[in-house]
């Protein structure tokens, strides 16, 4: 059976400026094909160059979407694949944050006392990195949490709306989860239930946020796994892009990976970015390492590390959790602000600038 296949990019996978020669706007690539010796072959009707069964031509992505296709001359037979530039996604980073919840408890308890949602501790440290360099944030939250006397979303107040606005261009809010219990609560959930509790957190961030605040496209499901149907619940709410670590086979258990098989997450882990056709989902990768575990002198290392075995995925999603930052917490770490400031220098001395997913990607053009 004669092979006819592309080797380099793969079908529905994001390509950044890493990946080719920028030239203007568009970007230049190399592109291999699989195949049997001696075919005569053309991509795009541009002729490829054989060498042995490999055979390559240059390639220029001039949109978002490109399509590619690969077709023999002699035979007609044909290959094609679609492949996605983003011109803006490369040496771009963002900071998210994870079960999120007890500072919005916090700022409800004290709404008669605080006259800036920035008297929070927790809210005083995004802010004083956002300042010192720029940072974007994008904080998952909870509907609801059982702590200290219970809480839920309804009962945040308005009153600091248009503070939330003000703040908007580097501070967003999205959907993560009902509450932290119990564990991967979509990994088994079903469309009605996650449409439920998607639109019950939404519907709250809208009301004491505003929509300037809410981060309706991109979100991070608690704890990373869900079946299709969940998938299909929030996509049906208006989310087009999740992240996470897209590790198939992980020794703990924790693979992060959505619904994701195997294939699709050894594409992940090479290109970054995925676009799930089916699904219409974009899935994008944790890029760095863990900035909350090892050592804070590790940091650094650990991104470098990140930077060498994924040469094709330049963008920088960093994520801690919201609990680590309180002394209570029983994995509470004391070193939580040098972590911020560790992750996000190293992002800035290597020329890295912060943007949201939504500015990286046009959803409109997928």
Request: hydrophobic letters at 20%; zero cysteines; a neutral charge.
């Given at each position: 059976m004669k092979i006819l296949e592309f080797a380099f990019p793969a079908d529905c996978v994001m390509l950044t400026d890493a990946a080719g020669k920028r030239i203007g706007d568009s970007l230049q690539i190399t592109c291999i094909i699989h195949a049997d010796p001696g075919r005569k072959l053309e991509l795009n009707g541009i002729p490829c160059?054989?060498?042995?069964?490999?055979?390559?031509?240059?390639?220029?992505?001039?949109?978002?979407?490109?399509?590619?296709?690969?077709?023999?001359?002699?035979?007609?037979e044909c290959v094609s694949i679609t492949v996605y530039y983003l011109k803006n996604a490369h040496k771009k980073y963002r900071f998210s944050l994870d079960d999120n919840i007890w500072f919005l408890q916090n700022l409800a308890k004290n709404k008669d006392v605080y006259t800036s949602v920035f008297e929070d501790p927790y809210l005083t440290l995004l802010k004083t990195m956002h300042d010192r360099y720029g940072t974007k944030f994008h904080l998952n939250i909870y509907y609801e949490c059982p702590e200290f006397g219970g809480f839920n979303l309804t009962e945040m107040p308005e009153r600091f709306k248009d503070e939330w606005r003000g703040n908007a261009d580097w501070l967003r809010f999205s959907f993560h989860a009902n509450a932290n219990l119990p564990d991967r609560p979509y990994a088994y959930a079903d469309y009605a239930q996650t449409k439920f509790e998607y639109e019950r957190v939404a519907e709250q961030i809208l009301r004491f946020a505003g929509e300037e605040a809410f981060a309706d496209s991109v979100t991070t499901i608690h704890w990373g796994d869900a079946t299709v149907d969940a998938v299909r619940a929030v996509r049906s709410c208006g989310i087009r892009a999740m992240v996470g670590s897209f590790r198939w086979a992980d020794p703990k258990g924790v693979s992060i990976r959505y619904h994701l098989n195997a294939e699709q997450c050894a594409l992940m882990n090479i290109y970054g970015f995925y676009y799930d056709r089916a699904e219409d989902m974009v899935f994008f990768k944790y890029?760095?390492?863990?900035?909350?575990?090892?050592?804070?002198?590790?940091l650094h290392d650990s991104y470098d590390l990140f930077c060498t075995q994924h040469p094709l995925y330049t963008f920088r999603e960093f994520c801690v959790h919201e609990q680590y930052f309180y002394p209570h917490y029983s994995a509470y770490m004391p070193d939580y602000y040098e972590r911020f400031d560790t992750a996000i220098r190293w992002a800035v001395e290597h020329g890295y600038q912060p943007a949201f997913v939504s500015e990286i990607i046009d959803f409109d053009k997928l």
């Open positions: 160059v054989p060498s042995g069964n490999k055979y390559t031509v240059k390639a220029l992505l001039t949109e978002q979407k490109n399509t590619l296709n690969v077709r023999d001359t002699e035979t007609e890029g760095g390492g863990s900035t909350q575990h090892g050592t804070l002198s590790g």
